[in-house]
């Protein structure tokens, strides 16, 4: 029987962690942590952040439906693809709803990690700081994902992480756990106190 073929680790910073989930689900807290998690690694990243770009001119206009959710999602894709051709991580909070599209920006990014935020609505709507999920409860939004707008969990996400049940840290470390598993991020540096201890176990043959 042939052997599995050996997954190169990736280039410097060609990665995508794309985060999906309710409105107000902690995608954004989360991926500027990613971001900074990764940068610490020595691993330029930016994080691109759906509801910072619905606040400036690019997404102003954009509303809630079908097509402008998607036009939202693509626009974020290609800003990934543009950071990544430079050898940049690209971390990307975005609902992204709708299934269809998201498999669709997975098979334009080679080394593309989907994280599920699954965070009940529930909580959404508890935490929420914008007003968002109040206005659309009252029907003053029309279309809002999670409540007359449709949101299509991933069925085979790479990581779910539900923030009403775990601590910001510990999701980070279920994500960086998983790219370091496909060595998609450098590894974590030892601070000297610690090499010292692994050269003093290494020459007592504690080191494989």
């Known amino acids: ?33 990613l971001t900074r998690q990764i940068s610490a690694r020595g691993q330029d990243a930016e994080f691109i952040s759906s509801g910072r770009i619905r606040r400036t001119p690019l997404g102003a206009s954009l509303g809630f439906s079908r097509d402008d959710r998607d036009t939202n999602v693509r626009r974020h894709a290609f800003a990934a693809r543009l950071l990544v051709k430079h050898g ?14 998201r498999g669709e920006i997975r098979e334009q990014l080679d ?24 206005r659309a409860l009252r ?13 299509e969990a991933p069925e085979a996400p790479d990581v779910v992480v539900d923030l009403s049940s775990l601590a910001l840290d510990e999701a980070a470390a ?11 991020v450098p590894p974590e ?13 290494g020459a007592h043959g504690y080191g494989d």
């Open 189 to 201: 540096s030892l601070s000297e106190d610690d090499q010292n201890i692994a050269r003093q176990l």
């Open 1 to 33: 029987m042939a052997e599995a073929p050996v997954e190169e680790p990736a280039e410097d910073g060609a990665t995508t962690v794309w985060l999906t989930g309710l409105p107000a689900s902690g995608k954004s807290a989360l991926g500027e942590l």
């Open 88 to 101: 940049v991580a690209a971390v990307v909070s975005a609902v992204s709803p709708y299934a269809g599209t």
């Open 139 to 151: 029907g003053e939004i029309r279309n809002f994902t999670g409540v007359d707008g449709p949101y």
């Open 174 to 184: 279920r994500i960086m756990a998983a790219l370091e598993a496909r060595s998609w």
């Open 111 to 134: 080394r593309f990690l989907l994280v599920y935020v699954s965070t009940p609505a529930s909580a959404c709507v508890e935490q929420d700081r914008t007003g968002n999920w109040a």
